[in-house]
């Protein structure tokens, strides 16, 4: 028998590919990337449906309105399974929880009404302003009925979750010729910093950019005039360097959305200013959606409506489409709108509304 002679050579890669094992071993495996869908309402019959990413019917599910009630909007949690459903009803709204993989639906606040306000950044959870004519407060609701109620102003109406955060912005007013107050909460509302104040407007619909750096807003005239013409503004977090990007539309409820990439804002301006009418009746106002470029003010028109009107315009995570309601002889549907061709198509032949994108 010969005697086994030390070869270094042999050793190091032995041990080079040991270690190679080990790291191997320790590497984490990435998680799987988020499926994409798009959800809508459609009244008749009745249902949530679910579309991919290249606007082809997936499923449906049925969720039929309770009677005496309206559908407001419905609202997907930025990462996660949930649809938080606001109705208007004869005791004030309600807010349900809708488990889109499920089907199953529960109302987390069932003894005062409820008013959605935002999720969290993490979709665990939704922020609600319950009790608004006895004794208001806003709560933190998770998913599963639990709930925190949070050290902010009662007559916050407004509130936007800054993204990978606990941080958020919330608003109020002290009420008619006051204007409003915006702030940035730290630990659920104990720490607050201002972060803009307008004695002449109602600032509303804050919303963070895609990295949390600027929010935009709309400024909405402090009077008793229902629906107006606002202006729409961005300001770094911080609450410095405030800037007005456009004119836009005020007093009906429609968000501006940043997009995915956080270059463009998309949001809805009022065509027929001039008419007194739609100043008093939602059903007489011309709307259009419009995008513009957050650091030029650069703005261009997406849709080129003459009658009816188009509302709140949502982004598709690739940033390639515009989704939105519209409104025309009282008939309500959803439209897609192709950022690049400029193309725009209905995407059902039935009565729909509420578009949501959802990443689970």
């Known amino acids: 028998m010969f005697p086994m002679r030390y070869n270094p050579g042999i050793a190091h890669s032995f041990l080079t590919v040991s270690f190679f094992l080990l790291l191997s071993s320790c590497t984490p495996t990435p998680p799987a990337p988020l499926a994409t869908s798009l959800f809508i309402y459609r009244f008749d019959p009745p249902s949530f449906i679910e579309f991919s990413v290249d606007f082809r019917p997936i499923r449906e599910i049925p969720f039929s309105i309770p009677p005496d009630c309206g559908l407001d909007d419905a609202y997907s949690a ?25 089907g199953s639906v529960t109302q987390p606040v069932t003894d005062t009404d409820s008013h959605f306000l935002a999720w969290t950044s993490d979709g665990e959870a939704a922020y609600l302003k319950v009790d608004s ?9 998770l998913t599963d009925g639990a709930r925190d109620p949070l050290a902010v102003h009662e007559f916050t109406y407004d509130l936007s979750a800054q993204p990978a955060s606990r941080d958020f912005t919330f608003t109020f007013s002290r009420g008619l010729g006051y204007g409003s107050e915006m702030y940035l909460a ?3 509302g104990r720490l607050t910093q201002l ?12 919303r963070f950019s895609p990295d949390g750096s600027r929010i935009a807003f709309i400024k909405t005239p402090d009077s008793q005039t229902p629906f107006t013409v606002g202006e729409l503004w961005v300001i770094h977090a911080d609450g410095s360097n405030a800037r007005n990007l456009a004119d836009a539309d005020a007093g ?26 739609a100043d008093q009746n939602s059903e007489a106002l011309i709307s259009n959606i419009y995008v513009v470029d957050a650091e030029s003010g650069k703005w261009t028109q997406v849709t080129h409506f003459t009658t009816g009107r188009a509302e709140t315009p949502h982004w598709s995570p690739d940033g390639n489409t515009l989704t939105f309601a519209v409104v025309i002889n009282g008939r309500m549907e959803v439209q897609i709108a192709d950022m690049a061709t400029g193309e725009i198509r209905s995407l059902l032949t039935e009565s729909a509304c509420c578009p949501a994108w959802m990443r689970k």
């Open 78 to 102: 930025p990462i996660g399974k949930f649809l938080a459903v606001e109705l208007h009803c004869p005791g004030g709204q309600t807010v349900l929880f809708l488990d889109v993989e499920t």
């Open 195 to 206: 972060l803009y104040a307008d004695p002449y407007n109602y600032l509303s619909f804050a």
């Open 252 to 277: 009906h409820g429609f968000a501006e959305n940043w997009s995915p990439d956080g270059t463009h804002i998309a949001f809805v301006k009022r065509e027929n200013p001039e008419d007194e009418s």
């Open 133 to 141: 004519l006895g004794s208001p407060e806003i709560l933190r609701v």
């Open 186 to 188: 730290r630990h659920d």
